[in-house]
């Protein structure tokens, strides 16, 4: 991503509050050739600043980020990822929630908005804020600390994810699947980048995407799923075989395997799909050819 930018003559950057290279980022924004890399023990006077179990709180990590983008040279790509809202949910001792949020998560939710209306506030006072786009996207779908909720096959993987265009003043809602491979399509799409490209995702910024769109979602270690607007498909990638297919719209409670029935062709066509898409991505990962 960095590298191709860079065509274009984007700067890159990535900020983070935790510890430098904490689960490996910093190694991962070298792979992605992003240029510039900041983590907590970039930021001046980080040792007297309050922390979270992770790190930095994210009011310091933006600030700090506000200063930087100040002096850039445009154009540029940023990224912040926010880690107060992780568990376990620590708050700054001063901070106040609202009334109403009750849920260590929500309370940190409101932090980090109230962190992000300061960003924004000083932002829009900035030559580059007209010229920006913002893509907001969570990481992974939050599980909810009872013993009463499992897993579930479609609803643990519905995860927030909008684009912010401030020179716009009308928006759209994608109803189609989408995915969070979809944002390095996006990014390039937003940076110019007309070159082709080995890539898993879709341009959101596209009039219109398929409704029929399939995509793919890992569990574990061996277990995938697809997943479309009306069916999901589990698949052992080890034993090379689905385990389930259930149509989610009809069965919410996903009670019915179809793949016990003889024979059903959405299911089929699910299980080629699947194939086809790990097959290609293990062949592109081990930089195969043909």
Known sequence: LGKTLS???????????????DFGFAKCCNWV?????????????????????????????????????????????????????????????NFKAAAGNTTPPMKTMQYYN?????????????SWFKNSVFIF????????HTNTIRLDEVESFRIPLFIYEPAKSSGKEITAPVSQ???????????????SITSYGENLAETSLNPQRTIFTKINGFLYQAINQEYVLGFDALQGKALYCYDYKKD???????????????????????????QTASRHYRREQG
């Open 7 to 21: 065509k274009k003559n984007y700067s890159s950057s990535f900020f983070i509050g935790d510890h430098y290279d």
């Open 33 to 93: 050739g992003l240029q510039q890399y900041y983590s907590m023990e970039s930021i001046p006077g980080y040792q007297k600043m309050e922390q979270h179990s992770l790190g930095l709180h994210d009011e310091y990590v933006l600030q700090f980020m506000q200063e930087k983008l100040r002096n850039m040279t445009q154009p540029f790509f940023a990224t912040q990822y926010n880690i107060s809202t992780h568990y376990p949910n620590d708050l700054p001792k």
């Open 114 to 126: 109230d962190c992000l209306q300061k960003f924004f506030k000083e932002a829009a006072l900035q």
């Open 137 to 144: 996207c969570s990481d992974h779908w939050a599980q909810p």
């Open 181 to 195: 491979l979809d944002i390095l399509n996006t990014v390039l799409h937003y940076g110019g980048i007309k070159d």
């Open 252 to 278: 919410p409670g996903k009670k019915d395997n179809l793949l016990l029935q003889k024979s059903y062709p959405a299911a089929d066509q699910l299980i080629l799909e699947i194939k086809a898409f790990l």
